[in-house]
């Protein structure tokens, strides 16, 4: 359908077991099996709309032209698109986010699980799941969480076509499971995830950290299905301690968090200690998501509040994404 205009909306992700590392060439294949809950109300909407064959791609992020970096990015994972759908036109993007961008949300998940479901749509490829995933994944890792709603694993793979993202259970599944993002820093990060998975390997810790995921991800699995805070929680803050290991301990070291990284730690074991069920998950940045349950949500967020008076967002199990198409 050439010239149709075809909007997807996605949301974010936060991963219990982290992707961190992945294989040369390109593809983003990850060299672990990673587990995420996709996040409401963090929310990217795109809109694709084919031009003609040949012209340069147009890409808008909040209303605005995007950075050079971005633009090649999108364009980069739009030439995927075309080469798959054997099309030749330009496409206009025009995404937003109905999050703050810096908030400690990746806003790549959303946005290329969006533009993905969108482009698929619009250079007439299926709308085949499993194909979708594989597809955002070369845009973002971790956008192939975010075409399914709920609870997702993505696997690993040393092909293409062998990784691509599943759901665990849908978001009715645990619908009072809370992540409280607690914003410590707006700053943009040093070095990009993208960046940051070449170097995995070079970290001594990095094939300790392989052979623990396994038995770590069957407890998350069997933590979903049983709603299971106690476990889910424990296995989570192991996994994001192992992650920021590797990649304190690559070549060269990654240091993500901030002194009020170690305090929102602090302040989550405080919590629990005065039984108040609370766990930490960071991922590549200083900010700490805090996974509770709903009854507890206005304690822990006190309790935050006290201990560091940042900015907070709080998120459910929020659903897959969802495109419209609308004539030419
Ligand atoms: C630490 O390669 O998906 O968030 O560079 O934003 O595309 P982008 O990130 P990606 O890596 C994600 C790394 C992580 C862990 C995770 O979400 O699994």
Redesign the pocket.
Known sequence: MANASVTAAACANI?FI???GNRPGGL?LPLNP?I?MTLSGCVSTTTVTLGTSGAPDRVELGGAPAEPAAFVRATRFLDHVRRAAGRAESAQVASSNSFPTGCGI?S??SGFAALAAAAAGAYGLGADPRELSRLARLG????ARSLYGGFVELRPGSRHEESFAEPIAPESAWPDLRDVVLILSEAEKKV???EG?RFAETSEMFAGRLAAIPERAARVRRAILDRDLTALGEASEADALS?HAVMMTSNPPLFYWSPRTLAAMEAVRAMRHRGLEAYFTI??GPNVHVLTRARDLVAVQEALRAALDAPMLCCSPGPGAQRRETAP
């Open positions: 991963a982290k992707y961190w983003n990673s995420s990746a790549s998940a973002s890792g971790s956008a990009s995830s993208a998975h992650m991922d590549a």
